[in-house]
């Protein structure tokens, strides 16, 4: 079955500078991975998703991620980080199973970004 | 405008009773996922429904129930068998038929058992 990690609970990043979040994923074949954003008491918004195509992939809010093969890692990043980036990230990855007619969105831990002012 | 509507936003429960949580969309989309959030413990698939009138359990269906009679709607069922019941519940949707899987999320139904 397809896994993702993400190895941090928690990142701490003073306003300005640039933010990573990793993830590290588990697939068999072609990885469809995502990025996702909660706010404290919402649902997850989608920020961007990697399919295929460019390594560098670009998405909401000025969030972008890059998929690294060699590595197996879809790390999320941003050049200069707000304060209203503080929130809860979710890297996801797509399990298809056409055997048995799995089709479904397996989410990370998620790990939790403070931006200090 | 189109999205989806979760409610109640907040519900509590004695325990030994069934609750139900509604979840419907108007995207016109087919698959219909329910997660369920713990803290430190990230989302985990309950159940979920590729097309009208079947659906699959996900990683944590025991004590869960869920049906799907039309395209719009999801409920979801608490049991009194689910053991641990309390934590915030998301409803997502996504449309299907070639679909890269981007989720659209409802905000969510907090339960607390009592």
């Known amino acids: 079955a397809q896994s993702v990690a993400q190895p941090e609970d928690q990142v701490n990043v003073a306003e300005g500078n640039p933010l990573t979040v990793k993830c590290t994923y588990s697939?068999?074949?072609?990885?469809?991975l995502f990025w996702y954003v909660q706010y404290p008491n919402r649902g997850l918004q989608f920020l961007l998703k990697?399919?295929?195509?460019?390594?560098l992939v670009k998405g909401s809010y000025g969030f972008e991620a890059e998929f690294n093969k060699s590595q197996t890692s879809f790390h999320l990043k941003k050049p200069s980080a707000l304060v209203s980036d503080s929130a809860l990230y979710f890297c996801?990855?797509?399990?298809?199973?056409?055997?048995?007619?799995?089709?479904?969105?397996?989410f990370g831990k998620g790990t939790r970004l403070h931006i200090l002012p | 405008d189109g999205g989806i509507t979760q409610s109640p936003k907040y519900l509590f429960r004695k325990e030994g009773q069934n609750v139900t949580l509604s979840c419907e969309q108007n995207?016109?989309?087919?698959?219909m996922y329910w997660y369920r959030q713990d803290p430190g413990q990230g989302l985990r698939l309950i159940y979920y429904s590729q097309i009208v009138n079947d659906f699959q359990k996900g990683d944590i269906a025991e004590g869960y129930s869920v049906s799907r009679e039309k395209k719009e709607s999801f409920p979801l069922t608490v049991t009194s068998a689910q053991k641990n019941p309390t934590a915030f519940y998301l409803c997502?949707?996504?449309?299907?038929?070639?679909?890269?899987?981007?989720?659209?999320f409802g905000e969510g139904s907090r339960l607390t058992v009592l």
């Open positions: 990697y399919i295929t195509g460019d390594n």
């Open positions: 697939v068999s074949g072609n990885p469809y």
């Open positions: 995207l016109n989309h087919d698959a």
């Open positions: 996801a990855v797509r399990d298809i199973s056409p055997m048995n007619r799995d089709d479904k969105i397996i």
């Open positions: 997502a949707s996504s449309p299907s038929g070639g679909n890269t899987g981007e989720l659209f």
